[in-house]
């Protein structure tokens, strides 16, 4: 079996201030953007959490980037071979802790009936493929620091196996109380309180319909430490690194090149982003080549002292792609 | 293409490996018992299948999933054959619940936890020296999800060998809001009868080797022919028939068998109302006019819900029932729903034939379903 080479066709994000990808690399000069405040409202949101929320704000610009929603909002790819894979690591632990205080306050019989879903983990890849009618593999990564790289290896794992055409993948992270607390016993930064959005989908199946691929998923790594995370992506023939996206707490000693790689640290600017990370950056990349930015782009997650493991990614322009 | 299993592992309410677990589903023992978690005067439902390892009633403990899982994939890797130092070895974990418990904990009554906590990679690194490690909360068809994931690794040549995982305790939140939504309270959990009235949850861990065919010389408990995966894209909660049908037509179609091959079929079972009738409904479709008559059973029966481990723990019991050609009876079992008319339930007791190929059902909240199809190893 031949695997199915896995490329990128459409960009979303759901973060406060930002309008798109390219909003990632530059700070958007005026106002505007999005706004959780207004942005999360609507019929298609009720009663659901705020991650779910988020993610569905992202899907959407994504799936319409990719030239996959009909004119009335409707999902127009193949059904049964489109897979959902979300990344989140606090999606719902608002719900968990709120739904613990009830309890200890009301006993159960103060708790909503329309909280069951919210109780599981999956409860946001579960929206999306209702909303889209998306009845693939349907897969949530919780994964701590590298989840949304994760993400990125298990969506392009579907498709090569072809148990999927396309996946929709999504990180998100909601700034809800029990996240900020949580986090602010561990440090001082602010939290991201969003979500981005890829389709990811096979070469052939994008040729197909004549879709335009914006870059290739040319390898992705989980190791014990960056340095070897990122000597796996990083293969002879691929163009040198143009832009390298990085965590707080990247070791410096684990640059992928000899020389200055330009480099960027989303969370510097977005806070802790956690299971959105790995996603924001794989969009940043993409918005990177499309502005006709050089080279190939590597992100890499996790690698700090307190982290089980490192992630990289590697993103290639579509010229260079196999 | 085909995966050997050669090593399994697993802790339950109703045994501390997987032969005392099979053991104790064939003789009819099961881990029910009055909630001991949590204060039960804040909840309608007061039963449950734990393991009975806290300190006392009332007096919970942060990780206790964390623990079973390290237990659970330390046997696997021994029964492999394999050292315990399984740097190389990527290990794929199933659950709904995460370390939920341990939040809670937390958040209401002030124990340590770290973001890390949340997810089992680091626990896996200090135990086991792995860092290809992923935790997939796939609700309760979390372990078949990983399964069929280990398979594509091993097919695309990213590994020759992938353990396999799961684990779960239960929380307040997902106990509370289950207990909220029943209509009565269930004194047990009681699969494909007339009289069920609700899942209970139980707790456990379970762990396989998954690896390339003929990696290892020597035995293998069971060799794996196919995992499906799919979703039903149209409830959160209540499952679709129609969809269960696809995923194990699919999963047939995958392991090259068809309807009349399965011998066995471990059912998801989870004695809700929907569930049961939903899931008797696709098989008995599935089966329809196809001379299919395997024998099924239910092991939540006895082993309660243990949520996202709950599919590989009946793959495991699967490959023992396949091996000594027993199957254990769905407990408590009397008078089986209209739906399952057709489908030859074990009950009474356990029944002994000759089996050869078994069919593994899990389903999950957000409407996910996978469906595993097995074959007797040689041991």
């Known amino acids: 079996m031949t695997p199915e080479t896995a490329v990128i066709t459409g960009v979303g994000l759901a973060v406060p201030g930002l309008d798109g990808a390219p909003d990632l690399l530059e700070p958007p000069s005026g106002g505007g953007g999005f706004d959780p405040a207004t942005g999360l409202k609507g019929r298609e949101m009720r009663h659901k959490d705020r991650a779910s929320r988020l993610a569905l704000r992202a899907a959407e610009p994504a799936l319409r980037d990719a030239g996959l929603l009909s004119d009335d909002g409707a999902y127009a790819g193949s059904a049964s071979a489109t897979a959902v894979v979300v990344s989140t690591n606090y999606g719902n632990l608002d719900s968990v802790c709120d739904f613990a205080d009830i309890i200890a306050e009301q006993t159960v019989t103060g708790l909503s009936p329309l909280g069951l879903p919210h109780t599981s983990s999956n409860v946001i890849a579960g929206w999306i493929a209702i909303r889209y009618g998306m009845r693939g593999p349907n897969v949530t990564v919780c994964n701590g620091p590298t989840s949304g790289t994760d993400a990125l290896y298990w969506a392009r794992n579907l498709i090569a196996v072809r148990r999927a055409e396309v996946a929709v993948v999504i990180g998100v992270e909601p700034d809800t109380e029990p996240v900020a607390r949580l986090l602010s016993e561990a440090s001082e930064r602010t939290v991201l309180d969003g979500a981005a959005a890829l389709v990811v989908e096979s070469a052939t199946h994008a040729r197909a319909r004549s879709a335009r691929p914006l870059a290739a998923l040319a390898e992705v790594a989980r190791a014990s430490d960056l340095r070897t995370a990122v000597a796996e992506v990083r293969k002879a023939d691929a163009p040198p690194v143009g832009l390298w996206l990085t965590a707080e707490e990247t070791p410096s000693d684990a640059a992928p090149d000899t020389g200055a790689v330009p480099s960027l640290d989303l969370t510097a600017r977005l806070g802790h982003c956690s299971g959105a990370l790995g996603v924001l950056q794989c969009a940043a990349g993409v918005a990177h080549l499309g502005r006709g930015g050089s080279g190939s782009v590597l992100t890499t997650s996790g690698g700090a002292p307190a982290d089980d493991a490192a992630a990289a990614l590697l993103l290639t322009g579509i010229g260079a792609a196999p | ?379």
């Open chain 2, 1 to 379: 293409m085909s995966w050997d299993i050669t090593g399994i592992g697993a802790v339950a309410a109703i045994g501390q490996n997987p032969y005392d677990i099979f053991d104790s589903l064939c003789a009819g023992r099961s881990g029910l018992a009055e909630l001991r978690a949590f204060d039960v005067d804040n909840y309608r439902a007061r039963h449950a299948y734990e393991i009975d390892d806290r300190d006392g009633p009332g007096q919970d403990r942060p990780l206790r999933a964390t623990g079973w899982l390290q237990t659970a994939v330390a046997q696997a890797l021994a029964d492999a054959g394999l050292d315990e130092q399984a740097d190389a070895v990527p290990v794929l974990v199933g659950t709904t619940l995460r370390e939920q418990r341990s939040a809670e904990l937390w958040w209401r009554q002030k124990t340590q936890l770290a973001p890390s906590d949340l997810h089992f990679g680091t626990a896996l690194r200090e135990r086991f020296g792995t860092a290809r490690t992923y935790t997939f909360a796939n609700a309760c068809a979390a372990t078949l999800y990983a399964l069929g994931m280990a398979t594509d690794m091993i097919e695309l040549g990213l590994a020759d060998t992938v353990v396999v995982a799961g684990a779960d305790s239960i929380t307040e939140s997902a106990y509370g809001v289950l207990d909220r939504v029943q209509n009565e309270s269930p004194l047990a959990l009681r699969p494909f009868d007339r009289a069920r009235n609700g899942m209970l949850m139980g707790e456990g861990a379970v762990a396989v080797v998954v690896q390339r065919s003929g990696a290892r010389p020597g035995g293998t408990h069971a060799v794996l022919r196919g995992v499906s995966m799919n979703c039903d894209a149209s409830h959160p909660t209540a499952p679709d028939p129609v969809t269960i049908a696809a995923a194990v037509e699919d999963a047939y179609r995958r392991a090259h068998v068809r309807a009349d091959d399965i011998d066995l079929v471990m059912l998801h079972g989870s004695g809700t109302q929907l569930n049961d009738a939903a899931e008797a409904t696709a098989l008995s479709r599935v089966f329809a006019g196809t001379g299919a008559d395997p024998l099924l059973t239910a092991i939540k029966s006895m082993t309660g819900h243990t949520l996202g481990g709950s599919g590989l723990l009946s793959l495991v019991m699967a490959a023992l029932a396949l091996h000594r050609g027993v199957v254990p009876p769905v407990l408590g079992l009397e008078n089986p729903i209209e739906e399952a008319s057709g489908l030859r339930l074990v009950r009474g007791g356990a029944a002994t034939a000759e089996l050869s190929t078994a069919q593994v059902n899990a389903f999950g909240f957000g409407g996910i379903n996978a469906v595993a199809v097995l074959e007797k190893g040689a041991s």
